[in-house]
């Protein structure tokens, strides 16, 4: 099973009230091939809420608020949801301050991005699970294509 970050199959749960939504992931949750969380919400965090970013381990607002016990109670929430359903792929939401893989915003809120990954990613790794961005599993999706 494959836990995906709810944002992708179209839940409205980004900080903005939106959603990143991709039909070809959100095909996978349709078909009951992906298990979706949203670390945040399952954290405590309304929708919407002000944007937040990681500055050192510590997560803040743009209000300058520390939200990190949201960030990780949610995190921890979502992990485990992740092993009641066997799930040992993620796929994640890149740049995000609980879901970014490889890579998140710095803390400043000047779009300017550094290596690292978010509260819920950095757990998912911790347990086992692959964490890849949603760029990284569509591209994994076409070249095993252009294999067949």
Do not use: W
Not at 38 to 63: H, K
């Amino acid at each position: 099973m494959i836990l995906m970050s709810a944002c992708l199959a179209g839940r409205n749960c980004k900080y903005n009230g939106g959603n990143n939504e991709i039909s070809c992931l959100k095909k996978l949750c349709d078909e009951g091939k992906a298990v979706l969380v949203c670390p945040e919400v399952a954290g405590g965090l309304p929708v919407p809420r002000l944007s937040c970013e990681i500055r050192g381990n510590r997560v803040y607002n743009t209000a300058g608020e520390d939200v990190t016990e949201y960030f990780v109670t949610g995190a921890e929430k979502s992990l485990k949801t992740a092993r009641e359903n066997g799930c040992t792929l993620a796929v994640l939401k890149a740049n995000s301050p609980s879901c970014g893989v490889g890579q998140i915003y710095d803390g400043t809120f000047s779009h300017t991005k550094i290596r690292g990954d978010g509260i819920f990613a950095a757990l998912c790794r911790k347990e086992g699970i692959e964490c890849v961005t949603e760029l990284e599993y569509l591209e994994r999706m076409e070249k095993k294509n252009e294999s067949l």
